[in-house]
């Protein structure tokens, strides 16, 4: 099912579209003035009732929900529909991200390295932006948390991860270096690493960013090959792979959007298609245009 809409003047219609054998039905359609309801919290409660009303009036119970990156049709959604996959729409995806990463300004969304070393500890608590967090980029994170089916916990620093590979290794005997020490005055080699915290994104990484962002979108646990066979491995090497680019090129402000905004749990979920054991038929909300 998907919901999307449309501006015209001061208002915004809402439209619920069934997708049955590859073709789109209009199930119902909503008007919102935007002169009352601008604010999301008056938007989330409007959807809400109107989708729930449809939702208990023709008892609707869609297996996916297909929405822009809209954080008041989101919530709304999850709210009518909690047990249903909510899946992001690719392009929209696409779009965001570009907007974003086109953007000049450094300073992004608040950024909590503690929680984020405490799910992955291989994210250095250290690698956090220089520059002050933005308010207005605070896509309420409060309103959207974990679904049903994410059950993420605080990784141990000492348990094995979920794509790790147990194995033995012999005990050998301790042995003495052979190389000569290094004389007392000696400094030790001095390693540069990347640095572009004038940048949010430079341009030449930008749809390697985006790209990389696309593959994680298409990952599933039914698609051998490809990525992890679970769903914790998928999302472990999604989220160490977009870790280790921003790190490697010194994008500190640009790895705080991706984790806060796209890769820590609760935001995940809205759009890699991993949590869910089915994969749905469509990728976008593109039908919606031609009703």
Not at 82 to 98: F, I, M, T
Not at 179 to 200: C, I
Not at 204 to 213: E, F, T, Y
Not at 222 to 246: D, H, K, L, N
């Amino acid at each position: 099912m998907l919901l999307v809409n449309t501006n015209q003047g001061e208002l915004e219609l809402y439209a619920v579209i069934g997708e049955y054998d590859n073709r789109g039905f209009p199930l119902a359609y909503c008007l919102v003035s935007t002169a009352t309801s601008v604010a999301d919290g008056k938007r989330k409660l409007a959807l809400t009732s109107f989708l729930s009303n449809l939702r208990d009036t023709y008892q609707l119970h869609p297996h996916f929900v297909h929405t822009d990156k809209d954080i008041a049709e989101i919530c709304a959604a999850q709210t009518a529909w909690p047990e249903s996959k909510h899946q992001l729409c690719w392009w929209h995806l696409r779009k965001a991200l570009r907007e974003r990463l086109a953007k000049a300004k450094i300073s992004t969304t608040a950024y909590d390295a503690t929680r984020a070393h405490a799910e992955f500890p291989f994210i250095d608590t250290k690698f956090t932006p220089s520059s002050r967090p933005d308010k207005s980029e605070d896509e309420a994170a409060e309103s959207t948390g974990p679904h049903p089916w994410a059950k993420h916990t605080a990784s141990d620093p000492l348990a094995p991860g979920p794509n790790s590979i147990p194995i033995k290794l012999l005990i050998t005997p301790s042995f003495k270096a052979s190389h000569p020490p290094l004389p007392k005055n000696a400094r030790p080699p001095v390693v540069e690493l990347p640095t572009t915290s004038g940048v949010f994104c430079p341009l030449g990484l930008r749809d390697k960013a985006v790209a990389m962002v696309e593959q994680h979108f298409c990952m599933h646990p039914s698609i051998p090959g490809v990525s992890a066979p679970t769903v914790a491995g998928i999302r472990e090497s999604s989220v160490r792979q977009m870790y280790s680019f921003c790190q490697e090129n010194g994008l500190q402000s640009l790895w705080a959007y991706m984790w806060e905004n796209w890769y820590r749990n609760g935001r995940w979920e809205l759009w890699a298609r991993a949590p869910y054991e089915e994969i749905p038929r469509l990728k976008t909300t593109m039908i919606c245009e031609t009703q």
